[in-house]
Nanobody, 123 residues
Framework: EVQLVESGGGLVQRGGSLRLSCAASGISFKTYAIGWFRQAPGKEREGVACISPGQGTSEYLESVKGRFSISRDNGKNTVYLQMDSLRLEDTAVYYC????????????????WGQGTQVTVSS
């Protein structure tokens, strides 16, 4: 059974930091690209960051460039999303997802999804 489990969400003040983790099991982790997505109430799910299996390629949503950083530890089957200088508009449920295809920010290309973790940025 494939499982992706996110952790690290919570309540943080504007300008603060959080690090999300995504622990995977049931897949050959090092062969999958991993993406982080978010969905705020009333909005479409959007790709925040994604990373290739070998860490050679990563992509970011324009609005998080310079503030968020994605990384992975293939030995631990875990991907991280370091989020700094958080803004009110970063408030959303954050999901990680895995795809056997090339790294992409398109949600429909992902095969497996976690349950999500809430990130709330307060003023």
């Amino acid at each position: 059974e494939v499982q992706l489990v996110e952790s690290g969400g919570g309540l943080v003040q504007r300008g603060g930091s959080l690090r999300l983790s995504c622990a995977a099991s049931g897949i050959s982790f090092k062969t999958y690209a991993i993406g982080w997505f978010r969905q705020a109430p009333g909005k479409e799910r959007e790709g925040v960051a994604c990373i290739s299996p070998g860490q050679g390629t990563s992509e970011y949503l324009e609005s998080v460039k310079g503030r968020f950083s994605i990384s992975r530890d293939n030995g631990k089957n875990t991907v991280y999303l370091q989020m700094d200088s958080l803004r009110l508009e970063d408030t959303a449920v954050y999901y990680c997802a895995a795809t056997s295809r090339a790294v992409t920010s398109i949600p429909e290309s992902y095969d497996y999804w976690g349950q999500g973790t809430q990130v709330t940025v307060s003023s």
